[in-house]
């Protein structure tokens, strides 16, 4: 029998100590370890955060090397030539469509994505799949410190939307670092040969295809996408990286348990 002093009258919440959460002192000891794995000094880690210091290295130089405007006539060369190529607007739309950031399809095509993930108890996939948006904001950083034109029919023989800020691509950028990771998440998840292949064919194609139609259509410069390669390469280096440790944290405290 619960004594008077103890008992609790009708719709009033018991006072007392509160009851430990079981889960509380795991996921403080996943954290650690993770944050442990992360920051370690292996050769896994120094690899990632070595393509991670060369990407932004490589971003800050460019931002440097272009604050002055200035458009290499190899650029203009190879603008005019993809802008002859049949087609090419049907290839920028289907691109576009897949890697517009600012689009609601987009929008709604990243939510699905990570909503399946969590539906399926893939946690770490559904948080760096998340995390890739703001990354993404972030490194498009030097569009706010240099003012480089986009093609435009100023220069000759060229057709462009004209403007600034086309340094760096958000869009070539996007699709190496977030296709990127489905990709890496993808190939984690197939055994054959066949269908590793073909995932990566499928990424590589698409980065290839929305490369060639941010130029054929005058949104950008060949620079402006062979950089902004490379800052989706670190990107994604940065997310495997911390992929890598999450996993390897959460696999040592099952295991323990």
Same mark, same amino acid.
């Given at each position: 029998?619960?004594?008077?002093?103890?008992? #609790?009258?009708?719709?009033?919440?018991?006072?007392?100590?509160?009851?430990?959460?079981?889960?509380?002192?795991?996921?403080?000891?996943? %954290?650690?370890?993770?944050?442990? %794995?992360?920051?370690?000094? #292996?050769?896994? *880690?120094?690899? =990632?955060?070595?393509?991670?210091?060369?990407?932004?290295?490589?971003?800050?130089? /460019?931002?440097?090397?272009?604050?002055? $405007?200035?458009?290499?006539?190899?650029?203009?060369?190879?603008?005019?030539?993809? &802008?002859?190529?049949?087609?090419?607007?049907?290839?920028?739309?289907?691109?576009?469509?897949?890697? *517009?950031?600012?689009?609601?399809?987009?929008? +709604?095509?990243? %939510? !699905?994505?990570?909503?399946?993930?969590?539906? /399926?108890?893939?946690?770490?996939?559904?948080?760096?799949?998340?995390?890739?948006?703001?990354?993404?904001?972030?490194? &498009?950083?030097?569009?706010?410190?240099?003012?480089?034109?986009?093609? @435009?029919?100023? =220069?000759?023989?060229?057709?462009?939307?004209?403007?600034? /800020?086309?340094?760096?691509?958000?869009?070539?950028? =996007?699709?190496?670092?977030?296709?990127?990771?489905?990709?890496?998440?993808?190939?984690?998840?197939?055994?054959?040969?066949?269908?590793?292949? +073909?995932?990566?064919?499928?990424? +590589?194609?698409? !980065?290839?295809?929305?490369?060639?139609?941010?130029?054929?259509?005058?949104?950008?410069?060949?620079?402006?996408?062979?950089? @902004? =390669? !490379?800052?989706? !390469? $670190?990107?994604?280096?940065?997310?495997?990286?911390?992929?890598?440790?999450?996993?390897?944290?959460?696999?040592?405290?099952?295991?323990?348990?």
């Amino acid at each position: 029998m619960v004594p008077p002093e103890r008992r #609790s009258l009708p719709g009033e919440r018991r006072k007392g100590p509160l009851r430990a959460w079981p889960g509380r002192d795991r996921f403080r000891r996943f %954290l650690a370890r993770a944050v442990a %794995l992360a920051v370690a000094p #292996s050769r896994r *880690n120094i690899a =990632y955060w070595s393509i991670c210091a060369a990407t932004l290295g490589l971003e800050l130089v /460019m931002v440097a090397v272009l604050s002055d $405007g200035h458009i290499y006539e190899w650029e203009k060369e190879v603008t005019r030539l993809f &802008q002859q190529v049949p087609g090419r607007r049907t290839v920028f739309d289907v691109a576009s469509f897949l890697t *517009n950031t600012l689009s609601l399809p987009f929008v +709604l095509l990243l %939510l !699905a994505v990570v909503g399946a993930a969590v539906a /399926m108890g893939q946690y770490t996939p559904a948080f760096l799949l998340a995390l890739t948006f703001p990354v993404h904001v972030l490194a &498009q950083f030097p569009k706010a410190i240099i003012e480089r034109p986009r093609p @435009s029919a100023a =220069y000759q023989g060229i057709d462009g939307v004209g403007g600034v /800020m086309s340094f760096p691509s958000g869009h070539a950028e =996007y699709v190496v670092s977030f296709y990127g990771l489905l990709a890496c998440l993808a190939l984690a998840r197939f055994r054959s040969y066949r269908v590793r292949a +073909l995932i990566v064919a499928l990424w +590589l194609a698409l !980065a290839a295809a929305t490369g060639f139609g941010r130029i054929a259509t005058g949104r950008h410069w060949p620079i402006d996408i062979l950089v @902004s =390669y !490379a800052i989706g !390469a $670190g990107i994604l280096s940065g997310l495997l990286w911390l992929r890598h440790a999450l996993q390897t944290a959460r696999a040592e405290i099952l295991a323990e348990s």
